[in-house]
């Protein structure tokens, strides 16, 4: 999910579940003329150990479509791992671009 203007962003945090804290969120300060903010989230999982990583700083935009270096971090086989439903999610300043898709690049 991309988010062009603060009050889009800001719609977006409203339809937040009551129970999903924003106690702790710093937004970004950012030029929305200049650059979009891309939300990327993993969905539920049911234990502690999941993150989303970045691993190369440079996406690419091939044939209008938006390659991102993003991963889904997963906990080790075998490993301790408190059993609580956790949603993983990572926000991420983008340029603005033309593209009209974006891809996961793993």
């Given at each position: 999910?991309?988010?062009?203007?603060?009050?889009?962003?800001?719609?977006?945090?409203q339809s937040v579940p009551?129970?999903?804290?924003?106690?702790?969120?710093?937004?970004?300060?950012?030029?929305?003329?200049?650059?979009?903010?891309?939300?990327?989230?993993?969905?539920?999982?049911?234990?502690?150990g999941y993150s989303i990583?970045?691993?190369?700083?440079?996406?690419?935009?091939?044939?209008?479509?938006?390659?991102?270096?993003?991963?889904?971090?997963?906990?080790?086989?075998?490993?301790?791992?408190?059993?609580?439903?956790?949603?993983?999610?990572?926000?991420?300043?983008?340029?603005?671009?033309?593209?009209?898709?974006?891809?996961?690049?793993e």
């Amino acid at each position: 999910m991309s988010f062009h203007s603060l009050s889009e962003l800001n719609q977006f945090l409203q339809s937040v579940p009551g129970n999903f804290s924003q106690a702790s969120l710093t937004l970004p300060e950012i030029d929305y003329d200049s650059q979009t903010l891309l939300l990327f989230a993993a969905g539920q999982k049911p234990t502690s150990g999941y993150s989303i990583e970045l691993y190369n700083d440079e996406a690419v935009i091939k044939d209008q479509i938006l390659y991102l270096p993003v991963r889904l971090r997963k906990p080790e086989a075998g490993g301790v791992q408190a059993q609580v439903l956790t949603s993983p999610c990572q926000i991420y300043t983008l340029p603005v671009a033309d593209y009209y898709e974006i891809a996961i690049k793993e």
